[in-house]
């Protein structure tokens, strides 16, 4: 990330009264022998993904490891935080299969008719997608029973500007949803929470027939931007790890919908939310390669960072 400051790298967060199981590549893959890890969700769960790779390679050039994406229908994305794509890579030494498949909103996605709109003398073709909220996504309908464990996430792209910049349109029971004057912002909460109780009810039934799996749903990955959002100057330059506290507490999520969802059912909350929230400086912020510098990125993580304590969380539970 053509960063300078590493001591982000250095902190560890200890739960109070457990010690949490010794984390490595080797550990991980003797656990995962001749199993599947999927993750299913946003470009942050491509980090998460990531994260996991760089892990499980220990960071080093793998020639042995295989790349089998094209079993699982998966097209590379062209840069890391893509919409779309997906990779899939084999570890001959455990046959230990990890994937990532990107799906922001978890749902089926239905094209409509095409609508062409003309600028003067330009045409523009755009094709509309019905995002359906009580059915998930094609690609876990196909191969959920090849995986073992799969950790899901969702929640950045529940806003009127990403809906309207991927062109979808909701729906629920076949039918288009209607906002009826209720404000954007609480319509599209809303319609997250009802996606993630929806989700969550069909894997426990799934899980009826699959004992023997393991689902996560990873909660909100908090951004930190400040006066402004991603597309309105906003910053974030904290350098200083923990800045805003070093203690979280309490036996509530901090992303409660995600909560609530998996209340009653078998899958499991990887609950990320409040100590990510207390490590500000992790972000990419303005130190990407390339980029332009007063462009700041408070969403993603930088790697090494963060995400690797979400594997963490999630091998313990494994």
Known sequence: MDRTDFSYESYRWQPNGCEIPDFSGQNF???????????????????QFQSM??????????????DVSRKYGLVKAPNAFSPAGGS?????STNTTILFYWSATLS?????????????TKKKTTTSYALHLDRPAEFLKQHLHSFDALVLNTGHHWSRQKFIRNHWELYDGGKPVIRKGKAAANFFTDA??????????WLDAELLRRP?????????????????GWDTGGRCEDTAPLSGGSEVSGDRSGDLAAEHAVNG??????????????????HISNHSVGAQREKYDCLHWCLPGVPDLWNELLFAQI
Request: hydrophobic share 35%.
């Open 108 to 120: 089926e996605l239905q094209p409509l008719q095409n609508t062409t709109s003309s600028a003067r």
């Open 53 to 66: 790779m760089c892990i499980a390679t220990g960071g080093k050039h793998s020639p042995e490891v295989e």
């Open 265 to 282: 059912t078998r899958v499991k909350l990887l609950d990320v939310t409040a100590i990510s929230r207390l490590r500000s400086e992790g």
């Open 88 to 92: 899939a890579y084999r570890f001959p």
């Open 29 to 47: 893959l003797k656990r995962m022998r001749h199993k599947t890890l999927a993750f299913v969700g946003d470009s942050l769960g491509r980090q």
């Open 192 to 201: 997250r929470n009802a996606k993630l109780h929806n989700i969550a009810r």
């Open 212 to 228: 023997g799996m393991k689902v996560f749903l990873r909660t909100m990955s908090p951004d930190h931007f400040v006066d402004g």
